[in-house]
Nanobody, 124 residues
Framework: QVQLVESGGGLVQAGGSLRLSCAAS????????MGWFRQAPGKEREFVAT????????AYGDSVKGRFTISRDTAKITVYLQMNSLKPEDTAVYYC?????????????????WGQGTQVTVSS
């Protein structure tokens, strides 16, 4: 049973920073690409960032480019999302996901496993 567990969410003022983590329960995910998505109340789940299995390729949603950075540890079973210059519109539940395709992809349907999500709230 593959589990992805997110942590690091919380309440922060606009302009502040948070670092989200996503830990995988099995080492087989070292060959998986990883992604972060978010969903605000009443909105569809939105692509945030993705990283390939090797860590050599990344991609970001337009709304977070230049502010967020995705990375993964050398063991490749933990992925991070460093979020800087946070805005109130970044408020959402953030989900970690893993894709067996191994490539950095923004497409939700290419992800096989999802975490339960962690709440990020940015106050103005």
């Amino acid at each position: 049973q593959v589990q992805l567990v997110e942590s690091g969410g919380g309440l922060v003022q606009a302009g502040g920073s948070l670092r989200l983590s996503c830990a995988a329960s099995v080492r087989t995910l070292t060959t998986y690409s990883m992604g972060w998505f978010r969903q605000a109340p009443g909105k569809e789940r939105e692509f945030v960032a993705t990283i390939s299995w090797s860590g050599g390729s990344t991609a970001y949603g337009d709304s977070v480019k230049g502010r967020f950075t995705i990375s993964r540890d050398t063991a490749k079973i933990t992925v991070y999302l460093q979020m800087n210059s946070l805005k109130p519109e970044d408020t959402a539940v953030y989900y970690c996901a893993a894709s067996a395709y191994g490539i950095a992809t923004p497409r939700r349907e290419m992800y096989n496993y999802w975490g339960q999500g962690t709440q990020v709230t940015v106050s103005s």
